[in-house]
């Protein structure tokens, strides 16, 4: 135990002094042209606008007032992706492993949520989305500093992606939260039943410090619609934004920063840990999917808020999101089931599972960028593809990813990413991106180009790829000199609920 408390300081101790390295790197110089200023859509993901952002000028205006509605709608939609995790995503998990593992998977999602929750409102919410540089932010909100203002006797405010609408900081920096905290619990899956418990805690720590912390600030930092009060601004706002964002990429609620960031940490984790025991010539069967139907289901609901919440208003795109979630989860299912039944000659229950999850993840990008038809379309193609992802593209990579993170996650936001470059296309029913924020302009079908569009999804797919391994390498070299990665062979062979933590998870 010594050990681990040693070993998280240290992780620690690195993982502040890298932020404040970071607030030292000189800013992007990278300036985004008039015409695609903001290829951040009309309501782009929880794309988080800085609470600080509004320019002097407006301190002069009238005080904003966050609206009740909007306000109730975040709450509710934070709630909604709390339970995607506990207990959706553990149990979803939890029900894939063998009987033996089952409490050690719960644990570790449990755990790590809970563990990246206390760091988000340390410093993580700070680093993520304050103004600092185009690739980190700063430590004005370090232990949530100024979330009171004041002079002002109130909560200080965060914009959405109207202008003149508002909503309480500390909603924004609760449901934000959320997010962090599963895409560090996906991870878990990628080496479930082989690795250490206190391995996974320092992995985490040093992961989300450098890898999702930088990525979700890179995508979704800018400087919010308020801060556009003119021409000659332009050129300043966009390049106080993330470097993603600067490029134009859309994310609605994490294609990027949530799914292929995650997928790519746990298949390094998966190289790095190395297979199971008897990978390949012992079976390791589901112990109940019956356990993994209960969490996809509750997967799928609690999506609606991670989704549709991600519009940060209860308006229009949050109902366009809701829909499209919807229906692309529904395509999906049935897509896997056709591909199964074609290449098995039987449908499976686990397969209609991770189709759901399939086609939730491929329309996180899109959700509130591309119309209905769109979201048809890429539900159906993450059905195929990440079928794929699991049977032949896992054997092509040859790594025990042993709930097919990369597969579903990898595949499906890769797929969703690049074809929301496609469907955003006003000409194809999308909504388009806002093309002058000054003015609040949409783009027109005439001047939108979807190849340039879909090379700019893929340039932020191959950034996040690229941050996401190499970070994951390092961290997890550092973790295996430090506490070691993995448990050893009679651990293994005997389960971790026992072994790692005592219990069982079934009696007699």
């Not at 932010?137 to 203002?149: A, E, H, S, V």
């Not at 905290?181 to 080496?191: H, K, P, Q, S």
């Not at 964002?245 to 298949?267: K, R, S």
Request: aromatic share 10%; net charge negative.
């Amino acid at each position: 135990m010594k050990k681990l408390f040693a070993s998280l300081a240290l992780g620690m101790s690195l993982c502040f002094g890298g932020a404040a390295f970071a607030q030292t790197a000189p800013a992007a110089e990278a300036k985004v042209e008039a015409k695609a200023e903001a290829k951040a859509e009309t309501a782009t993901p929880a794309t988080a606008p800085a609470p600080a952002a509004a320019p002097a000028a407006a301190e002069a205006a009238p005080a904003l007032v966050p609206n009740k509605g909007d306000t109730a709608w975040m709450m509710v939609a934070t709630i909604l992706v709390i339970m995607m995790v506990v207990p959706g995503l553990a149990l979803f998990y939890g029900g894939l492993v063998r009987s033996k593992n089952m409490l050690s998977v719960l644990m570790q999602v449990m755990v790590t949520f809970s563990l990246v929750t206390v760091l988000w409102f340390i410093y993580g919410y700070s680093l993520a989305f304050t103004e600092g540089n185009a690739y980190i932010g700063g430590l004005d909100r370090l232990f949530m500093n100024g979330i009171w203002d004041n002079a002002a006797g109130t909560f200080a405010n965060a914009a959405t992606f109207s202008k003149g609408v508002v909503i309480p900081e500390i909603t924004f920096a609760g449901f934000q939260a959320t997010f962090a905290g599963i895409t560090c619990a996906l991870i878990v899956g990628a080496f479930a039943e082989r690795i250490k418990f206190s391995a996974v805690l320092i992995f985490m720590t040093l992961w989300f410090t450098f890898s999702y912390l930088p990525i979700a600030h890179m995508v979704w930092f800018w400087m919010g619609p308020d801060a556009y009060t003119a021409k000659e601004v332009v050129d300043e706002m966009n390049g106080k934004a993330g470097f993603i964002w600067q490029m134009g990429a859309l994310d609605f609620a994490g294609g990027t920063v949530v799914h292929i960031n995650a997928a790519v940490a746990g298949l390094v984790g998966a190289f790095m840990i190395g297979k199971r025991i008897g990978y390949g010539r012992e079976a390791m069967t589901p112990h109940s999917l019956t356990l993994t139907m209960v969490g996809a289901s509750l997967l799928w609901v609690g999506w609606f808020g991670f989704n549709a919440g991600s519009a940060l208003e209860a308006n229009g795109f949050a109902a366009l999101a809701f829909v499209n979630t919807l229906l692309a989860a529904a395509a999906a299912v049935l897509a896997w089931c056709v591909g199964e039944a074609l290449m098995r000659g039987k449908a499976s229950m686990l397969g209609a599972a991770s189709g759901a999850v399939a086609g939730l993840v491929a329309i996180t990008p899109a959700a509130g960028n591309v119309g209905i038809g769109g979201a048809l379309v890429i539900g159906i193609v993450a059905g195929f593809a990440c079928l794929w992802g699991v049977n032949g593209l896992k054997k092509m990579l040859g790594a025990d990813d042993t709930l097919d993170v990369f597969g579903v996650h990898g595949v499906g936001g890769i797929v969703g990413a690049l074809l929301t470059g496609v469907f955003n296309s006003p000409a194809l029913g999308g909504p388009g991106f806002v093309a002058d924020w000054t003015t609040a302009t949409m783009v027109t079908a005439a001047d939108y180009s979807i190849a340039a569009q879909v090379w700019t999804q893929a340039k932020a797919v191959l950034v996040t790829i690229v941050w996401s391994g190499v970070v994951s390498l390092v961290a997890f070299k550092l973790v295996d000199l430090t506490v070691g990665l993995r448990v050893s062979e009679e651990a293994e062979r005997e389960g971790l609920d026992i072994t790692s933590h005592g219990e069982t998870a079934y009696h007699g």
